[in-house]
């Protein structure tokens, strides 16, 4: 893989507020020792730069609020060399917010406050021409569509957080990733999609799949989970990267299953593996 590839990401830019404990709480009950960081975060920035880490030419197309958290939210991308260039401010909004329970285990519970990522309205959209375009279901989905009906070149829906897609956009998918939760919430729109369809299973792997019938299959390394925050995002990126530099599926799903089994190593949402730190695991 290497920059010759260039991807657009279409989505959510968060700053994380991660607390780390060692269960979560029950409903009621008050934890008092916590530790606290801030952590770069939002699906379309995870996604954004787990696939520059890989070698892509990357742009991150997205919101931020007029505030000083658009700093910290950025800061990752832009000392790593992401063009910024499709990102802007939106006054009288906040940028977004997310804030993260984490175990001792990995797990986490997630809420977040979209701030200008809600107010992403399509007839602000303006992206630039790559080979491929990524998107999520934190920013509107009027502004998701706009982007797939004007790609010509391979789009990938991370139908993610849960929610309903309509089927209109699903007809402008090649590659669409869901979890278990996301693909319950598709539903019967499942039944009609004709793209490739990875479903992915945590630590027991991914299927992917074409009209129902399996294309490739693949489990992740065994690692020392420490926060599966940004796992499915990192997933994500590598998944489209692979596919599109022109891996064979079975390839490209096995390194994408190692690409987000290695993120979970690390703290915070934007802890995706560079090419190096994937070739010294094998």
Do not use: W
């Not at 991308?77 to 910024?84: A, I, Q």
């Amino acid at each position: 893989m290497n920059n010759d590839i260039s991807i657009a990401i279409i989505g959510s830019i968060n700053l994380d507020i991660v607390a780390t404990v060692k269960n979560f709480p029950q409903p009621g009950e008050t934890i008092t020792n916590a530790v606290v960081k801030r952590f770069p975060g939002g699906k379309g920035a995870n996604q954004a730069l787990a696939a520059h880490r890989l070698g892509a030419s990357v742009f991150m197309v997205g919101r931020v609020g007029n505030d000083p958290a658009a700093d910290e939210a950025l800061h990752t991308l832009r000392m790593e060399g992401v063009d910024l260039s499709y990102c802007k401010p939106l006054k009288g909004h906040s940028t977004g917010l997310a804030m993260i329970v984490v175990t001792q285990s990995g797990e986490n519970q997630i809420v977040v406050a979209p701030g200008a990522n809600a107010a992403f309205d399509a007839i602000h959209l303006n992206v630039p021409d790559a080979d491929a375009y990524i998107a999520q279901l934190e920013v509107p989905l009027e502004t998701i569509l706009k982007a797939a009906r004007a790609s010509n070149h391979f789009f990938c829906l991370n139908a993610a957080p849960a929610k309903p897609v309509p089927h209109e956009l699903l007809e402008h998918v090649d590659l669409l990733v869901v979890n278990e939760i996301e693909a319950r919430t598709l539903g019967t729109e499942l039944d009609n999609y004709r793209g490739l369809l990875a479903c992915t299973y945590g630590s027991d792997g991914a299927v992917l799949s074409r009209n129902g019938k399996q294309v490739a299959k693949a489990k992740p390394p065994r690692v020392n989970a420490v926060d599966t925050t940004g796992a499915g995002d990192a997933f994500t990126a590598a998944l489209t990267v692979a596919l599109v530099s022109g891996m064979e599926p079975q390839v490209a799903l096995q390194r994408a299953c190692v690409v987000g089994a290695l993120t979970t190593t690390k703290m915070g949402a934007q802890s995706s593996p560079t090419l190096t730190e994937i070739q010294q695991l094998n």
